[in-house]
């Protein structure tokens, strides 16, 4: 037993299935044993293993939001798997709040709706993050491109990142005389990226069962298709000037024009020419990070698109010996060849 999962009204055992092999650790006991060598081992666990932890996870959903939950003791002996709270009636943001704001205040400085935020104002950044909500246009932009003036900039020159503001100054006064100028023109699509149902982040890339079900791809829609001559399916590149991915297309109206969308998570896969045949969109991402969780801008980026002849095929649903396909044999297939 190391762990479970929580997400909205659903609580989710994840039970051992089988003995760990060798020397293998969970990942709580890794990071426990770490702080035990760093002296820090009774800060980290708190007198917990994992089964405290989920058993304490679980006191706390019932205290909170779930108060009929089981006890992992019933989750496991009832074999329940995934424990619905069952929805009487709908749910209003902030109701008890509204009702009492004294008895029930916001997770706020003053307990009310701020309007004015203390924290962002001390961050001392108005430019990026400014105190009181208002439009900030992007750095990279189909409007706009801030910051990014030169495009093919040497390693040291990145104008994305976030400190660089006399770094920007020193490369407009003197730029690289290589630098191409970026404008939407260049890199007219903006990417965007989002979960796939086949992983949890990376996790799960290698799953091929997964991969069959969901493949990775660029979502586009018609109107942009049918400007660079790319059909459905067709293996295409997306690219700008920190990075390029190879990857089938999928043509699609659920897709707004001027965009594209590449599920996140991928694993990378270069060729001996740096472009990544694995479909993971970090190739085309800057070093800037955001302002207040730091973390990377995976939707301030603007790509292009290229077309090629190559059809992607799609995986066979069964393989018999013999036969030969472009396309790697199936999983779904159980009776995998030996050789």
Same mark, same amino acid.
């Given at each position: 037993m190391e762990d479970g999962w929580k997400y909205g009204d659903e609580v989710i055992l994840q039970p051992k299935l089988v003995e760990p092999p060798g020397e293998c650790k969970s990942d709580y006991r890794i990071c426990a044993e770490i702080a035990e060598r760093l002296g820090i081992g009774e800060a980290f666990t708190e007198g917990r293993d994992e089964r405290a932890w989920v058993e304490w996870c679980l006191d706390r959903f019932r205290e909170t939001r779930f108060p009929d939950l089981p006890t992992l003791e019933e989750f496991i002996e009832q074999n329940l798997g995934v424990y619905v709270n069952p929805v009487t009636k709908p749910a209003i943001a902030f109701a008890d709040f509204r009702a009492d704001p004294e008895k029930h205040p916001l997770n706020t400085p003053s307990g009310k709706i701020e309007i004015f935020s203390k924290q962002l104002y001390d961050l001392n950044n108005p430019d990026e993050i400014p105190a009181i909500p208002k439009y900030i246009q992007e750095w990279e932009s189909p409007f706009e491109n801030q910051y990014t003036d030169y495009a093919d900039l040497p390693f040291g020159?990145?104008? +994305?990142?976030?400190?660089? #503001?006399? =770094? @920007?100054? #020193? !490369?407009?006064?003197?730029?690289?005389?290589? $630098?191409?100028?970026?404008? #939407? #023109?260049?890199?007219?699509?903006? %990417?965007? *990226?989002?979960?796939?149902?086949?992983?949890?982040?990376?996790?799960?890339?290698?799953?091929?069962?997964?991969?069959? %079900?969901?493949? =990775?791809?660029?979502? !586009?829609?018609?109107?942009? $298709? $049918? /400007?660079? *001559? !790319?059909?459905?399916?067709? =293996?295409? @590149?997306?690219?700008? $000037?920190?990075? /390029?991915?190879?990857?089938?297309?999928?043509? +699609?109206?659920?897709?707004?024009?001027?965009?594209?969308? !590449?599920? =996140?998570? /991928?694993?990378?896969s270069p060729d001996e020419n740096g472009v990544d045949h694995g479909g993971n969109v970090n190739v085309l991402t800057s070093h800037r990070w955001t302002p207040f969780a730091f973390g990377t801008a995976q939707h301030t980026i603007m790509v292009e698109v290229e077309g090629s002849k190559s059809k992607v095929e799609e995986p066979a649903l069964s393989l018999s010996k013999g036969q030969t396909s472009n396309a790697r044999p199936s999983t779904f297939d159980l009776r995998r060849r030996s050789s």
């Open positions: 020159y990145d104008v +994305t990142d976030s400190h660089g #503001k006399e =770094q @920007k100054e #020193k !490369i407009r006064a003197n730029p690289c005389p290589s $630098a191409k100028s970026v404008s #939407k #023109k260049v890199f007219p699509l903006q %990417a965007i *990226g989002h979960h796939s149902l086949a992983r949890v982040h990376s996790t799960h890339a290698n799953n091929d069962w997964l991969e069959e %079900a969901f493949p =990775q791809r660029v979502f !586009i829609n018609p109107i942009d $298709a $049918a /400007a660079r *001559g !790319i059909k459905d399916g067709e =293996q295409v @590149k997306v690219f700008n $000037a920190r990075g /390029a991915l190879v990857l089938p297309c999928r043509v +699609t109206p659920r897709i707004m024009p001027g965009v594209v969308d !590449i599920p =996140q998570g /991928a694993w990378w």
